[in-house]
């Protein structure tokens, strides 16, 4: 992380420097006297020579990230190579030697000066372009850097940027010629009149002005989100799977262009007879309500509560929830994070449904075949109405077993901001809670804020039982050997984490750092916090046994998708800023990963931002297979909702099995509503819902 900041800095100070050097260099021949043009010459040496520092510090930098996967640097390898590598070469080459030459000639021994210094040679070509071209180099790669990253890794957009450098060097190359020639002939300064390369400049400069603000326009103008559009417009990407026949927009358009058959997300639904197991009624509306700390919201809530009810099922049950909107104007839905619904079940506005406006219900029937910790919320303009209380905790229990435990307890972490501006969250107070010395306990952690979170249990060893609602093979103790420090629990926003232990005879706190907040277990509701002593982090990657899967690291798959993660100054919805890019595009313009129903699919995700994501896929659990070229070494990893910090690569599989137009973003919500999303989209599925200004639909 820190590594990326220091390799964007360098790329800073190259342009710096290489241009600075570039800009001095040009105007070598219109410096008046011969003290100032040696002065000036010992001035860019010294430059150089600074430059030439900073490409090797940047060699560095570059090698280090490349170390975690050369998918980090792969793209930007290729370029500066060209752009800055080779011109730079190029200056020690031809340009540093002729420098010297001119602040040595005319210096024999005496101090003053008395050769003159040949003017013409100022202006030759070898000696100003190659640093011209590092500074021109540096300048593109400081642009690309910071509007078009990733987007090298395409060869079509690699060319495009190396021939526009070549172009401009052509250009440079002319105009330097023609000033050496000029000199040539007068014998001494250049005779291009002043007032004429004042004018000269300041039509380039007026040129490049109408240029870059044209450009700008255009892009804002381009990035707008039209009135109507379907989700599913986006550009498609098959993962290098050979593309079948009759693909080309039989999707785009709706219709059926070859044998295969199309079918709509309407219809992929579930069972619509049969009596519900369990039956749910949720009324989204505005209400007060009060946390346990005192602090007043006002939230946006399910049956008036905020979190909404916990719904508890059992495995396998069928399940009928009905949506009922009394007064969010804004519209809402509910979506089943990390439960494996069918796709028109999945409650994301625009994509398989239409938010639901007041006065307006929609009914969803599953069956929830997954057990574990789930959680739900509205997929309409999540990243404003999850923060303002539409979600709650949706939890699976195992078929056949009774409860496991004696004490199941769901904890989510939430900040609301409170009426009085200030953010208030759930576990701001110490909560007592009486727990039997003996008895098995599960807490269900559940992060429903946009960024990871650290949690401590502490005063007893546990285990981490499940990960994102699927149980761990044989997970070992945590606090070992001993309890007297406490493991730190980063856990992903959206992300779940069940933790087990027996409860001891003293009492046990679940925090995130403070003794002073959270929730205290004791056999008699009272007792003080025992003192909290951070241990190390705990890392699933190695954490429990190895068991058999059904596909792993060494599997063939059908497809594989790259998402590089940048933080891009760009266009989204006609707003200039940065955001969040997932391979160089901000939505609309992300690609759209096209599957087959049965195919094995990878996806690599390569954070080169500042800030982690939670990446998450709708529909699919992910089996982990890699960190930064790491194999998974522990119990099976599955995930929905997989944190990747920055200066990560992971990599993950899975089976596409489940039909449908499937979101695919960053959880951290509010990078979502920027653009950070794609789609996951099954060949020969549509939907008919749109979004855009002109639709109530929203989905982030
Ligand atoms: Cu929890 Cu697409 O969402
Ligand atoms: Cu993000």
Known sequence: ???????????????????????????????????????????????????????????????????????????????????????????????????????RSGINGSEQATEAIDRAALSTPALVLPIQAAGLGSAMDLILTLFFPAKSMQWSNLVVSLAIFAAVIGVLWVIQLRRFQTIDRSEGRSNIRPTHRALRISISMLLVIIGVSSWFMLSSQASRIPDRMSMMSGKMDFGGAAVTTGHDMSVMNHTASDSSKTVSVTDLVGPQNGEPDKKFTLTAEKKTVQLPTGATIDAWTYNGQSPGPELRVKQGDLVEVTLVNKDIEEGVTLHWHGQNVPNGEDGVSGLTQDAVMPGQSFTYRFRANQAGSYWYHSHQQSSEQVEKGLFGAFIVEPRNNQRSEAEDIVVMNHTWSSTNGSSAGLLDTLERRKV???????????????????????????????IDGTDLNAPTDLN??????????????????????????????LSTGSSANGILLSADGKGAAP?????????????????????????????????????????????????????????????????????????????RSFVPHPMHLHGHKMLVLSRNGKPAAGSPWWTDTLNVNPGEIYEVGFRADNPGIWMDHCHNLKHAAEGMMLHLAYEGVTSPFEVGHATQNQPE
């Open 1 to 103: 992380m820190f590594l990326i900041i220091v390799d964007l800095a360098m790329i800073f100070l190259l342009f710096l420097i290489w241009g600075i050097a570039g800009f001095r260099v040009g105007h070598l021949a219109f410096v008046s006297t011969e003290s100032r043009i040696r002065s000036s010459v010992r001035g860019n040496i010294v430059l150089l020579g600074f430059g030439v520092l900073l490409l090797l510090g940047k060699i560095v930098t570059t090698s280090i990230l490349g170390s975690i996967g050369w998918l980090f640097i792969r793209d930007t390898v290729n370029l500066q190579f060209v752009l800055i590598v080779l011109p730079i070469a190029s200056a020690l080459v031809f340009s540093v030697p002729r420098l010297l030459n001119i602040v």
């Open 531 to 607: 003192e909290i002593v951070k241990g190390p982090v705990f890392d699933p990657l190695s954490y429990g046994s190895p068991k058999t899967t059904p596909f792993g690291q060494d599997s063939h798959y059908d497809r594989e998708f790259v998402m590089v993660i940048d933080n891009k100054l760009a266009f989204f919805d006609g707003k200039f800023g940065r955001f969040h890019s997932i391979n160089g595009e901000v939505f609309p313009n992300t690609p759209m990963f096209m599957v087959k129903e049965g195919d094995l699919v990878k996806t690599t995700f390569v954070n």
């Open 436 to 466: 039997a010395s003996g008895s098995p306990v599960r807490l269900r952690l559940i992060n429903t804020d946009n960024k990871p979170i650290s949690f401590y249990l502490t005063g007893t060893k546990y285990k981490v039982a499940a």
């Open 480 to 509: 070992a050997p001993t309890d007297l420090q406490s493991n730190r629990l980063e856990l992903a926003a959206g992300g779940r984490y069940d933790l087990t232990f027996i409860m001891p005879d003293k009492p046990v706190l």
